[in-house]
């Protein structure tokens, strides 16, 4: 079945760092997703990218779609003590249901 | 709106003991999902409702049996609780009809510990 593959699983770094994280298809994707989860509450959905070699910004965030739609990245400029939080990507291939990442834990001291 | 609601928030069961977790939407969405979240294991799919009156099985359905009661309502039983399903079970739902384009949207979870 179709796999995702995230990394790294958990980041550290001081606020005010940069923070990226990958996510790899064994498959072509039509779309992708990225989710964010606070400590101990619930994913929470961020953005949806759907065409090849697609970017998307939202604030310090930006998003990836590769070229060949097999992976994709999350890019945080200047990270900030909220950013605090795992983030998850998802993809799903034709009519099939969503297939999420293992995930990227971000801690990020003040 | 309180979107999808989710109940219980906790619960201690005993192996071999069984529960049904219910979940409830208020967004008019076609579809709902179960997941399970284990450490480092990320989100996996155990049913899911592509819309009313109809349920498919995920990657990890074993152990595991839903109903889609209403368009609104989706549960999911435990018959014979075992320490492996100790766990954190969120549903979704969204608007697709199970091809996953459009944007999931998550309850609080029920954290389930079975002893």
């Known amino acids: 079945g179709q796999q995702v593959m995230q990394i790294p699983q958990y980041q550290h770094v001081q606020e005010g760092e940069d923070f990226t994280t990958y996510c790899n298809s064994s498959?072509?994707?039509?779309?992708i997703q990225w989710y964010k989860q606070r400590p101990g509450g619930h994913p929470v959905f961020l953005i949806q990218?759907?065409?090849?070699?697609e970017v998307k910004k939202q604030k310090r965030l930006t998003f990836q779609f590769g070229e060949a739609k097999k992976n994709s990245s999350l890019h945080i400029t200047a990270t900030q003590t909220t950013d605090v939080g795992t983030y998850f990507c998802?993809?799903?291939?034709?009519?099939?249901?969503?297939?999420f990442g293992k995930g990227t834990m971000l801690l990020v001291s003040p | 709106n309180a979107g999808v609601t989710q109940t219980p928030k906790f619960q201690v069961l005993k192996t071999g003991q069984s529960m049904t977790l219910q979940c409830a939407q208020d967004m008019n969405h076609n579809s709902m999902y179960w997941y399970r979240q284990d450490p480092g294991m990320g989100l996996r799919l155990i049913y899911y409702s592509a819309s009313e009156g109809t349920t498919d099985k995920g990657e990890v359905p074993n152990g595991y049996n839903v109903s889609r009661l209403n368009k609104r309502e989706f549960s999911l039983r435990l018959e014979s609780a075992a320490p492996s399903q100790t766990s954190v079970y969120f549903c979704a739902s969204n608007e697709a009809s199970g091809t996953g384009v459009q944007p999931q949207h998550f309850g609080d979870g029920t954290r389930l510990s079975i002893l």
């Open positions: 998802a993809g799903n291939s034709g009519y099939s249901t969503l297939t």
């Open positions: 990218l759907v065409k090849s070699g």
């Open positions: 498959t072509t994707l039509s779309n």
